[in-house]
T-cell receptor, first 116, second 110 residues
Framework: DGGITQSPKYLFRKEGQNVTLSCEQN?????MYWYRQDPGQGLRLIYY???????QKGDIAEGYSVSREKKESFPLTVTSAQKNPTAFYLC???????????????FGQGTRLTVV | KNEVEQSPQNLTAQEGEFITINCSYS?????LHWLQQHPGGGIVSLFM???GKKKHGRLIATINIQEKHSSLHITASHPRDSAVYIC????????????FGKGTHLIIQP
């Protein structure tokens, strides 16, 4: 079955450590996204990538880094520069059509990161 | 950039009741998404619509492009419908991706 796989589901890290969240999709989608969710707030865009080897900052990119070496994979690294890293992180993908028309979005199950 | 407002924030109803959740956005869009998030956190796409109405089982989504407003209805609600329902629209402003409402936390009591 096609879908998006995020791992791990729960992750604990000590303050000051970098941590990388995995996101893999087998939907052959061009576009992939990382969102962050905090209690009482809507999901916010961290980074997105519309094509391999290219990515763009979203609204809250500070303290995060990404790579897109393969179409299927879009890992997110939460660096020690991120001041409040504890959050729920969601990966999504879609068939990008250049914004001409809406495309259905598919979401992973999320990773809950807790930094202690 | 687009902004999304959802109402109500919280909704508790009895099993069998007809449920309506509303979503308004600020900038014209190509399509609007309704999503469902269960307690584990994973999100499922319920609908993507750009005009009119769509129906899937007991769920109905409508959109009025001119008024920048959409509604999600649940008929004959059931406790398994308890979840957070989220409306999302394209970010706009030249960026790809979606902007999301804060969600409506729905609880259906037996």
């Amino acid at each position: 079955d096609g879908g998006i796989t995020q791992s791990p589901k729960y992750l604990f890290r000590k303050e000051g450590q970098n941590v990388t969240l995995s996101c893999e999709q087998n939907l052959n989608h061009d576009a992939m996204y990382w969102y962050r969710q905090d209690p009482g707030q809507g999901l916010r865009l961290i980074y997105y990538s519309q094509i391999v080897n290219d990515f763009q900052k979203g609204d809250i990119a500070e303290g995060y880094s990404v790579s897109r070496e393969k179409k299927e994979s879009f890992p997110l690294t939460v660096t020690s520069a991120q001041k409040n890293p504890t959050a729920f992180y969601l990966c999504a993908s879609s068939t990008w059509t250049g914004g001409v028309k809406g495309t259905e979005a598919f979401f992973g199950q999320g990773t809950r990161l807790t930094v202690v | 950039k687009n902004e999304v407002e959802q109402s109500p924030q919280n909704l508790t109803a009895q099993e069998g009741e007809f449920i309506t959740i509303n979503c308004s956005y600020s900038v014209g869009i190509s399509a609007l998404h309704w999503l469902q998030q269960h307690p584990g956190g994973g999100i499922v796409s319920l609908f993507m619509l750009s005009s009119g109405k769509k129906k899937h089982g007991r769920l109905i989504a409508t959109i009025n492009i001119q008024e920048k407003h959409s509604s999600l209805h649940i008929t004959a609600s059931h406790p398994r419908d308890s979840a957070v329902y989220i409306c999302a629209v394209p970010l706009g402003g030249g960026a790809d991706g979606l902007t999301f409402g804060k969600g409506t936390h729905l609880i259906i009591q037996p």
